[in-house]
């Protein structure tokens, strides 16, 4: 197996860690990514990592009227950071370096974002985790993914989800939903559909980032999306 790309940020989605439980982190799912990602860095691959916090709280689902939006927000940065340490916990297991850089400041658990270092890290053969999200409130972790992947000036941006392609509704709804292997930004702007939220897709088609988005209910998969075979749904 031949990598297509130099460096990638994933984006994994808080959900997916949760893997069969639903809820928190499934360690044994966690293992199975990390071993994943290790698997792209013995390819040369270098590594970094958005991953979202909904299997611990999603600020304005889970907040909603009953509290200060920001506040909530803010709830959602923290879990981010939380599935962070357990993401550094799995990768340091199998013996690859990570550092956790956030938007938030926690001292103590990570760097503050500094797009020079983080590069360096990631020459270094560091995976680099972002937390935090964008450190404000009101952005969701898409847009904060795209943020990072263009900072990084990442090759593209790997999208793990809990469906396998972007589809033209929810196949889990809609038996007649189409499937696109193959789709642009401004497609997905036209037809509303719901691959990432209107902000990331408009900063990423603003700035012609290279998009990937498949399921990652097998982490085998990050390894296919790195190698360029055709899974999923690539979104130029």
Not at 90 to 114: C, F, H, M, W, Y
Not at 123 to 129: H, S, Y
Not at 166 to 193: C, G, Q, V, W
Request: with cysteine; charged share 30%; glycine share 10%.
């Amino acid at each position: 197996m031949e990598a297509k790309y130099h460096r990638v940020l994933i984006k994994m989605s808080g959900e997916a860690l949760a893997g069969p439980l639903n809820k928190g982190i499934d360690f044994g799912f966690v293992e199975k990514l990390c071993k994943a990602v290790k698997r792209c860095l013995d390819l040369g691959v270098q590594v970094a990592i958005v991953c979202g916090g909904g299997n611990y709280w999603r600020g304005a689902q889970d907040g909603g009227d009953r509290m200060v939006r920001t506040r909530a927000d803010y709830m959602g940065m923290l879990a981010i950071t939380m599935n962070c340490l357990a993401l550094l916990d799995g990768l340091e297991k199998q013996g690859v370096e990570a550092r956790i850089q956030s938007a938030l400041g926690t001292d103590k658990l990570a760097e503050p974002i500094n797009r020079d270092r983080a590069v360096r890290h990631l020459e270094k053969g560091r995976v680099v985790l972002f937390a935090g999200g964008t450190g404000e409130p009101y952005f969701t972790t898409d847009t904060g993914a795209v943020l990072r992947a263009l900072e990084v000036d990442a090759d593209v941006l790997l999208l793990g989800k809990n469906v396998d392609a972007i589809y033209s509704a929810d196949p889990k709804k809609d038996p007649n939903a189409k499937r696109f292997s193959a789709i642009t930004y401004r497609e997905i702007l036209e037809k509303d559909l719901k691959a990432m939220d209107a902000a990331a897709t408009q900063l990423a088609m603003d700035n012609k980032l290279k998009l990937h988005v498949f399921g990652l209910k097998d982490p085998e998969n990050i390894l296919r999306a790195v190698s360029g075979e055709p899974i999923g749904t690539v979104v130029r």
